[in-house]
């Protein structure tokens, strides 16, 4: 089900969830998920092969009037907003949190 929507935004997440209902699946955990994730990663890897080797190329030979340098650092800055929001909400609680993460953690907040 993933590999055929993989280019549609449809959470990755999603998937699972919608065939664990569909198909009425137990998954067995977290490491399910994540090594479909892996696989999604690497298959893409493998497919934009020689565009990610023409990026790497350009940029270690800093080659700034090859346009794999410039995808190159589109790609990085595209990925910064997403660094950011994980730097900046690492501290928020997780789902399925123990009722006393949810306090606020503050100087002032009794532990």
Sequence with gaps: MQGLTEFLPVSSSGHLVLAKDL?????????????LHV???????????RDIGRM?????????????FGEAWMLL?????????????AHLPKPGS??????????????
């Design 77 to 89: 800055l595209a990925s910064v907003p997403a660094a950011l929001a994980g730097i900046l909400f």
């Design 56 to 68: 790497i190329a350009a940029v270690l030979r800093w080659d700034r009037f090859d346009p794999a």
């Design 39 to 49: 696989g999604t990663a690497l298959a893409v890897a493998v497919f934009m092969r």
């Design 23 to 35: 198909l009425g699946l137990t998954l067995p955990g977290l490491t399910l998920e994540i090594m």
């Design 98 to 111: 123990p009722p006393h993460a949810l306090r606020p953690r503050c100087c002032w907040s009794p532990r």
